[in-house]
């Protein structure tokens, strides 16, 4: 049976506790190709049974739901699935598992929460902001995982001083900053009016980096290994920012 959910965490303790018995469970929030004889059902989410679910699973380790928070920002397809597999066994132990890399699930796990962290510290350095008239900043990026909303701390800390918006344009969603207030909202398309200083900053950066770069001495692919490609699309020193601003 395949339990879709709406990629909440509330719903997907729901799904938990309605498929922890069944042997081939397969949990997902996306379309997924079905198998001959597969069923589906969708979870609606029950504030009881979710409360009930992670009562009992922080029972048996009082930071397991950090874990599944970062587990269901992944942008794996089968997140919830391999989520699911790390609390059954987690239910199964009674006591913490993160640890028992052994286990193809806690291994699966581990290695998903790894993706997200590192790309939320991979992305403390790779945004880069534009100014807009108004002295507000704008940052389109496209991050694997959806991270954007757990960005703001970081740069709220180091521009204290102006409101910015970090656009995430593959969830078409965006995390504000208003100079006080924090908050997410769906954002399709962006049209903003740059300061007319912003060609200057933008030089700026296709300068440093020239002036930092050996060409005799070039190591793309070690580059490549340390800021992947498909960041440089929004990054200055890379050249255009792509075709989404009007």
């Known amino acids: 049976m ?3 959910t709406d990629g909440t965490k509330e719903c997907f303790l729901t799904a938990f506790l309605y498929a922890y018995s069944d042997e081939h469970a397969l949990l997902s929030s996306s379309q997924t190709q079905l198998a001959l004889g597969q069923q589906t059902v969708f979870i609606a989410a029950d504030a009881k049974k979710a409360a009930r679910a992670e009562k009992r699973l922080l029972s048996f380790d009082k930071d397991c739901m950090h874990d599944l928070f970062l587990l269901l920002r992944s942008g794996m397809n089968n997140r919830e699935q391999i989520a699911f597999r790390y609390f059954k066994l987690l239910a199964a132990q009674k006591r913490p598992v993160r640890n028992m890399l052994a286990e193809d699930a806690v291994l699966a796990a581990s290695e998903c929460m790894r993706k997200v962290t590192l790309e939320i510290h991979h992305m403390h350095g790779f945004v880069r902001f534009l100014e807009c008239e108004s002295g507000a900043l704008y940052a ?5 995982n959806d991270i954007v909303d757990l960005l703001i701390p970081h740069f709220r800390a180091r ?5 910015f ?8 969603k965006a995390a504000v900053y208003d100079g006080e207030n924090v908050f997410c909202a ?3 398309r962006a049209e903003i009016a740059l300061s007319a200083n912003e060609q200057d900053w933008q030089a700026l950066w296709r300068r440093y980096y020239r002036s930092v770069n050996i060409p005799q001495r070039e190591r793309l692919k070690q580059m490549k290994g340390y800021m992947p490609v498909r960041y440089w699309k929004f990054m200055p020193e890379f050249g255009s920012r792509g075709p989404f601003l009007t």
């Open 159 to 163: 521009l204290p001083a102006f409101p």
């Open 2 to 4: 395949i339990y879709l």
């Open 165 to 172: 918006v970090l656009h995430d344009i593959k969830r078409k």
């Open 186 to 188: 769906p954002l399709e």
């Open 140 to 144: 389109p990026l496209s991050p694997d």
